[in-house]
Every structure is written in C-alpha cells, then in structure tokens.
C-alpha cells in the first residue's frame, strides 16, 4: 500500500481534525443542531449533467430488459445476470470521469461505502427488513452523485447476497437498490432532496415504498408466478405492505442518525483529496 493511500485512508476513518494539528481542516463540524438543519450538503451542483441523463435512460432502459430476458433463460443464469447488472452500474460511475482515470482514492471511498453497507445488512440479519443498507445508498447518491449511488447500491446487494443466499431476486435487488442511490443524487442536484434531517428521512421512507417496493413486489410475481395481471399485482402490493413499512420505517430512523456524521466526512474528504 502506498504512502499515499495510507494518508488518506487514515484521514477517511479519524474524526475531523482539531485545530492544533498541522493539516488544517478543510471542512468545520457544526456543532449545533440548528447549523445540521441548515447545512446546505457536501456540495451544491445545481442541475443535472447530459451524462447523468444519459446514464438515467441506460439504467431504466436497459437494465431491467437484462434483468428480464436474462431470468427467462432460467437454470442458475441470475448469476451471470449479477455479473452483468455490475458492469451496466460501473459504465456511468466510470463516465464521471471522462478525460482522466480514477484515482485509487476515490474507488476505495466506494468500496468502503459497499463494505460499510454489507456489514450493516448482517447485523441486523436478525431483524427482516430493519436494515440501513438503504440509508448507506441514500448518502452514498448525496455524497458522491447519482452514478456512483446507483454503483454502492447494485454492489452492496450483490455482495451481501454471498452471506444472505444468491438466487433469482438478486438482480432486481441490486436494481432496487441502484436506483434508490441514483434518484437520491439525482434528486439533490436538482435542489429537491436537501441535507436536513426531514428532508432525507422523508425521501428514505418514501424511496422504499415508491422505487424498491415498486420494483420488488412486481418482480416477486415474475420469478415465482406464472400470470402477471392486476389482481395479482395488488395482492402482491398489499401482502408486502406490512414489510415495506418496517423498511421504510427503518430507513428513515437510520438516516436520521447516520447522515450527519457521514455526509460530514464524506464531505470533508472531498474537499481535501478532490474526489469525484
């Protein structure tokens, strides 16, 4: 490991530097609630980019036509499907960077967000969909924009999935989670998702019911049912309510405590190493 990486990733896990320190501190921590309330995020970019756009129309074009021929095809393709699905994720987190490579810096930022996402789902294993992964995605599309959101999002299902069982449903649930991380970064450039406390739990409560309970409760009937009609897709919506609700719930709970001292980080990070 280089000399470099170390520096950084020892910046990345310590607490915001004091002022008696040499480096000086690129970013102040509020230390009132009403300044978290009134913070204005890591970075404001107003708009959204033609490649945003560009990767939005790849992302909800194409990935769920793979994702559907693909399971289709039946007998244990899902894996090679995943394997797809992580490679359409990477195309737009790779096109941020357009006329330069990435730095070793900013991939270790993602994959820390995935391990960081991984580990929250295994500790809560014991409470069905009581999890912060969804939070963990949420702040990642805040931080670091919608591509690299949807990125942490398809990686953190999949690899979660080697300890919670692969199957048929990983595909949709690293689309599920994708495309929470890429709305949330879309959603913030565009001014609409701000950095408050309500304004991010709202968002997370209603992501879960409006983006993955949209998109896991069809795909339950594609995978295990051979009709798809109304009546089916509202038994599905109603029978998986209850359990949409705790994840919702559960989201907004966590980022209520998690988005604060994350974003604050992530945020100070950028500044200091130019990041994404």
Not at 15 to 21: H, M, T
Not at 89 to 97: D, E, G, N, Q, T
Request: aromatic fraction near 14%.
């Amino acid at each position: 490991m280089s000399q470099n990486t170390r520096n950084f990733l020892n910046d990345f896990y310590q607490d915001v530097p004091s002022a008696n320190k040499k480096t000086p501190a690129t970013f102040e921590k509020d230390t009132e609630a009403e300044a978290w309330d009134s913070w204005q995020g890591p970075v404001v970019r107003p708009g959204i980019s033609r490649r945003t756009k560009s990767a939005l129309v790849l992302l909800v074009l194409l990935v769920p036509a793979v994702i559907y021929f693909g399971l289709r095809l039946g007998n244990r393709h899902y894996l090679v499907i995943s394997l797809l699905l992580l490679l359409l994720a990477m195309l737009p987190f790779f096109m941020i960077f357009e006329d330069r490579k990435p730095q070793a810096r900013e991939l270790i930022v993602i994959a820390v967000l995935v391990a960081i996402g991984v580990a929250s789902r295994g500790a809560f294993f014991m409470l069905p969909q009581f999890k912060p992964v969804a939070a963990i995605v949420i702040i990642s599309g805040v931080a670091f924009g919608g591509e690299a959101g949807f990125l942490v999002g398809c990686m953190t299902a999949l690899v979660s999935n080697i300890f919670f069982s692969q199957g048929p449903w990983t595909p949709w649930q690293m689309f599920a989670l994708g495309m929470i991380g890429f709305v949330a970064g879309v959603f913030y450039r565009l001014g609409w998702l701000k950095t408050n406390r309500w304004s991010l739990c709202t968002f997370g409560f209603f992501s879960i019911f409006f983006i993955y309970g949209l998109i896991m409760n069809p795909a339950s009937l594609l995978m295990y049912s051979a009709t798809l009609d109304i009546k089916a897709l509202v038994a599905i919506f109603i029978s998986g309510a209850p359990m949409d609700l705790v994840h919702a719930l559960s989201t907004a709970i966590f980022l209520g405590v998690l988005a604060k001292p994350f974003l604050e980080k992530l945020s100070r990070i950028k500044k200091k190493y130019g990041l994404i």
